[in-house]
């Protein structure tokens, strides 16, 4: 089992930034991906960003590209999501998720999912 816990929401003015953490504990030697999805009011979740164990390959979504920035420090089991040239548009609950396999990384194939963290950007 993993968990994660996600924090660094809040709310933010439009062109604002911001820092999400999300912080795995339980079995983090098994190496996961880990992901960022976002789900607005009256929406399905959607994917935003993903990062594999290693670091070394990242895949984003065409709306945050340019603006959005995952990391991840292993030794501190925890994955970051800067994000900078906010829009009233990135309003969301926002999740983390590990994966098992990358870059099969979906709403459906995540195993394991954090409690969210709400962003709101205000216009």
């Known amino acids: 089992q993993v968990q994660l816990a996600e924090s660094g929401g809040g709310l933010v003015q439009a062109g604002g930034s911001l820092r999400l953490s999300c912080a795995a504990s339980g079995r983090t030697s098994d190496n996961y991906a880990l992901g960022w999805f976002r789900q607005a009011p009256g929406k399905e979740r959607e994917f935003v960003t993903a990062i594999s164990w290693s670091g070394r390959d990242i895949r984003y979504a065409d709306s945050v590209k340019g603006r959005f920035t995952i990391s991840r420090d292993n030794t501190k089991n925890t994955m970051y999501l800067q994000m900078v040239g906010l829009k009233s548009e990135d309003t969301a609950v926002y999740y983390c998720?590990?994966?098992?396999?990358?870059?099969?990384?979906?709403?459906?194939?995540?195993?394991?999912w954090g409690r969210g963290t709400q962003v709101t950007v205000s216009s």
């Open positions: 998720a590990a994966f098992s396999r990358f870059p099969t990384v979906t709403v459906t194939t995540a195993n394991y």
